[in-house]
């Protein structure tokens, strides 16, 4: 039996597609035939690698195929534009959204972040954009006012509303005998 061995000469490439087809800023594909673009490049018509346009402040992104705003700008069309970042608020990321929150103690108000005000008796939530108010007392309006419990009640778990002792049932805003 005889085994025939085929040899490449060293530095063949076995790609099947002519190298001057390939246009510029273009490689053979690693894998199967053909070419794809280098990096910063993309296809144009089949014939043609185009340098992909990059707007001011902006950077290649990491696949090469396209590009992300600097830190302090978001992206908008094709462009990317400057993040203002209103008193009372902190940058974030600008990829989505607007690229700012407001701080804590502070709420949104369209594009501006504005102080909680914080009545007498309450403190800042957990949220930090509201308020409540202290145990033993209730939200009214924009105020917190005394709890009033009546006989035969008990401050409930918030300690922001009252309940009716065991034994009693709530009548017309007063505890009563089952």
């Not at 060293?10 to 794809?36: H, I, Q, V």
């Not at 830190?71 to 600008?94: E, H, Q, T």
């Amino acid at each position: 039996m005889v085994v025939a061995v085929l040899l490449a000469p060293a530095g063949t490439a076995f790609a099947t597609d002519d190298a001057s087809d390939m246009p510029l800023n273009a490689r053979a594909k690693d894998y199967g035939s053909g070419w794809e673009c280098d990096r910063g490049y993309l296809k144009g018509d089949n014939t043609a690698c185009v340098a992909i346009e990059i707007p001011a402040h902006a950077y290649l992104d990491a696949s090469g195929s396209g590009w992300k705003c600097d830190r302090r700008y978001r992206k908008d069309s094709n462009s990317c534009v400057a993040i203002v970042v209103p008193s009372g608020a902190y940058l974030v990321d600008g990829s989505y959204g607007q690229g700012w929150e407001c701080n804590r103690g502070y709420r949104q108000v369209r594009d501006a972040c504005v102080a909680v005000d914080i009545p007498e008796n309450a403190y800042l939530d957990r949220s930090g954009s509201d308020w409540s108010c202290e145990r033993g007392y209730k939200k009214s309006g924009a105020t917190c006012v005394a709890l009033a419990v009546p006989v035969n009640a008990h401050t409930d778990y918030s300690g922001n509303d009252w309940a009716c002792d065991p034994g009693f049932r709530l009548y017309r805003n007063e505890c009563a005998v089952r």
